[in-house]
């Protein structure tokens, strides 16, 4: 009789980190992603089906209360914005096709500051996303989420910064205009993220 066993999988130590995916950036939203919405329909489809390959899954919000110049009611779309994620409201929340993930971690950001990545965020409490991540000995990140120009290139980049193995999923993001992506894209790759389609996982 064999006395051989299966061999025992070793932790990943992946996290997913679902960026901003809240209803201000879809459709109908105050600061609009042009495929927004699919992208959190994408984005709650991939978490469900592929939930097993990560050991923790993050989210991160956008929570203004008073970000300064951030906000504006002459916006340059630079480093102002018309107001957005105003704390409290119901457009501030997760995207509604992200109901069912219940994620491990949740993180929110900016309420006084523009915040563009998530490792400014702090989760309830307090702890900012970089020391929850090294308590749970997360090593690998995945980031998608909105906008792909912005908050997903800032936090994929602190990602980095922070010593984690890091790749974007390409088709599960969205960026502000076309061009701001493809400078996005360079960016990213020349900081040694690795860009990906969730598609080739």
Known sequence: MSTSTAPISEPTHRALLIV?????FCEGGSLP???GDDVAHAVAAFASLRRDRYDTLVTTQDWHVDPG???SDEPDFVDSWPPHAVAGTQEAELHPALSELYPEVMV???ENQAAYSGFEGLDGEGRPLASILADLEITEVDVVGLAESH???ATALDAV???LRTRVL???T???TPEQGAAARAELADAGVELVASTDL
């Not at 901003?20 to 201000?24: F, W």
């Open 20 to 24: 901003d995916v809240q209803p201000t």
């Open 151 to 153: 908050c997903v290139k």
């Open 170 to 172: 390409t088709d599960l």
């Open 161 to 163: 910064r922070a010593g």
């Open 33 to 35: 992603v042009d495929g």
């Open 69 to 71: 110049d951030h906000f």
């Open 174 to 176: 969205a960026p502000v």
């Open 108 to 110: 929110k950001k900016g």
